[in-house]
């Protein structure tokens, strides 16, 4: 559409494709029609795709909503030339992520990872005591389950119920309360969770998706 745009000169459609984006970023999925479109046409046709954290592709939908609003106010202003130039750069960038599957939104927010300290790598032990210190049944000793989670991140509610009907001791970490302690650990997607045995070492046991 954005290319559609481009080509025609029909610039109020950045608008709409801005204004659905941000429906999208603030309700939810619901309100995204290509999502809808997704989900009940492709998905259960073709299966569910490969889960990932959610924070990249949500990071390029605010680029992308916010280089569509520039691209409207432009050309609203009759700065058309500027207005083309935004829309066609959303386009190309749309264009390459559908056709190679490469998101330059996703790969500037793991860049902005990256440069904040936050790495893939090995963890060999954990500190359960100073984890669970503050929490209401005091340090926990193990064995234990420890969960790193966001409150975006939709499937990390979902991993820790599914860890919790097995029976396990679950300690959840908020991420975005607790950098440090994500950097230190070096979970850079979640959900991520650790079995940890009562002498704190640990093994991986619910990988980032």
């Known amino acids: ?18 204004a659905q ?25 073709f299966g569910e795709g490969e889960i990932e954290d959610a924070r990249p592709p949500r990071f390029a939908n605010i680029i992308g909503a916010t280089v569509l609003s520039l691209a409207t ?27 190679t599957g490469l998101c330059a939104g996703c790969e500037l927010y793991r860049l902005s990872a990256r440069l904040r300290g936050v ?3 090995q963890v060999a032990t954990f500190d359960l005591a100073a984890l669970t210190a503050g929490t209401a049944d005091g340090p926990a000793e193990g064995p234990v389950v420890v969960e790193f ?5 939709g499937r990390c509610q979902t991993v820790g119920r599914e860890l919790r009907e097995r029976g396990e001791e679950v300690v959840t970490i908020d991420v975005s309360k ?32």
């Open 149 to 153: 989670t966001h409150p975006l991140c």
């Open 119 to 121: 790495r893939p790598g």
């Open 178 to 209: 607790e950098p440090d302690l994500a950097r230190r650990y070096h979970v850079s997607l979640v959900p991520a969770a650790f079995s940890v045995a009562a002498d704190a070492g640990c093994w991986s046991g619910w990988p980032s998706a």
């Open 73 to 99: 106010l432009a050309s609203a202003s009759g700065l058309i030339g500027l207005g083309r130039a935004l829309g066609g750069l959303v386009a190309a960038l749309a264009l390459l992520a559908a056709v």
């Open 21 to 45: 984006l941000i429906l999208g970023l603030t309700l939810g999925r619901r309100w995204c029609l290509p999502c809808v479109a997704y989900f009940e046409l492709v998905q259960p046709r």
């Open 1 to 18: 559409m954005s290319l559609l745009a481009v080509v025609t000169g029909w610039w109020p459609l950045y608008g709409v494709l801005a």
